[in-house]
């Protein structure tokens, strides 16, 4: 991998930290944003001992989107041209927590989808600006079809999943990738405490993401099962699926 300098939202999180372990070998250059200043110090003392070129912090609520001219504007300051731009940050509500609650179900949009789509659309119209550079957005299997146990986010990843791919239309001609991640389960902190099928690590998942960056893929399935699995999913019919009760 060629040195890169890297814009990572939500650098706390354990897929992202992975990715950037990966870059930070080849000397990459990162502007980290992230709630958790403490948590973000830590990740930051990571990558410069793993070899990054040049780290730098800025701590923001990503749910204030007033917040997020001033994200890119830092991140534009601070790293002058931007390779790859990673939007990590996410919330994961399962369904049963929120059933009888309409403002948390709108926190899961909030974080997952509008704060997502903002950060998004604001980037592309900075690597625009300059020209060139890759997105990459996490969504999620779990955006593929309204399950009854997850609806809520999953219906926000499915949000940011279409506006992802609309994206990549408009940035395709100006050599611009976008880079739409849909993970299965992985063994991370979102997921502690819950029982999931095929968990993935977060290894796995760190290399397939960086290897997608590189080939400028548009569409990753990590681990590559959930290509198959989703084909399946998406073609049951809507009476027999909702008999799976999943
Ligand atoms: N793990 C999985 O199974 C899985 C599967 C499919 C997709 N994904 C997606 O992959 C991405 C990374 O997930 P992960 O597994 O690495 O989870 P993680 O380690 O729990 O990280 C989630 C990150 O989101 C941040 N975040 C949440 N709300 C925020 C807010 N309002 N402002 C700023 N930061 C906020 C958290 O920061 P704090 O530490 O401050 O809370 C944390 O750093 C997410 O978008 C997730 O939806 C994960």
């Known amino acids: 991998m060629s040195t890169k300098s890297i814009v990572i939202i939500g650098a706390t999180s354990a897929i992202a930290h992975g990715v950037a372990k990966?870059?930070?070998r080849d000397h990459a250059r990162f502007a980290l944003v992230a709630r958790n200043a403490a948590n973000l110090e830590v990740v930051a003392q990571d990558l410069r001992a793993r070899g990054a070129e040049h780290v730098s912090t800025f701590i923001a609520d990503l749910k204030d989107v007033a917040r997020h001219d001033e994200i890119v504007a830092y991140a534009v300051r601070d790293l002058g041209t931007m390779d790859v731009v990673i939007l990590a940050h996410g919330?994961?509500?399962?369904?049963?927590?929120?059933?009888?609650?309409?403002?948390?179900?709108?926190?899961?949009?909030?974080?997952?989808a509008n704060s997502m789509i903002s950060l998004a659309h604001r980037f592309g119209c900075a690597l625009e600006r300059q020209g060139s550079g890759s997105l990459v957005g996490l969504s999620s299997v779990a955006g593929e079809r309204g399950r009854r146990a997850l609806y809520a986010y999953g219906a926000a990843?499915?949000?940011?999943?279409?506006?992802?791919?609309?994206?990549?239309?408009r940035y395709l001609p100006l050599g611009i990738n976008?880079?739409?991640?849909?993970?299965g389960p992985v063994d991370t902190?979102?997921?502690?405490?819950?029982?999931l099928p095929l968990?993935?690590?977060?290894?796995?998942?760190?290399?397939?993401?960086?290897n997608a960056i590189e080939k400028r893929k548009h569409v990753l399935y990590t681990p590559g099962i959930w290509r198959i699995?989703?084909?399946?999913?998406?073609?049951i019919p809507e009476g027999i699926f909702q008999r799976l009760k999943i």
Not at 178 to 183: A, D, G, M, Q, R
Not at 229 to 235: I, L, N
């Open 199 to 210: 968990m993935a690590t977060v290894d796995t998942v760190a290399k397939d993401i960086a």
């Open 229 to 235: 699995v989703m084909v399946v999913m998406r073609a």
């Open 178 to 183: 976008v880079l739409t991640v849909k993970p």
């Open 22 to 24: 990966l870059y930070a």
């Open 189 to 195: 902190p979102m997921t502690k405490g819950r029982t």
């Open 91 to 112: 919330l994961l509500k399962e369904q049963h927590e929120i059933d009888n609650n309409a403002d948390a179900t709108l926190d899961v949009f909030e974080v997952n």
């Open 157 to 169: 990843k499915s949000a940011v999943t279409a506006f992802l791919s609309g994206m990549r239309g």
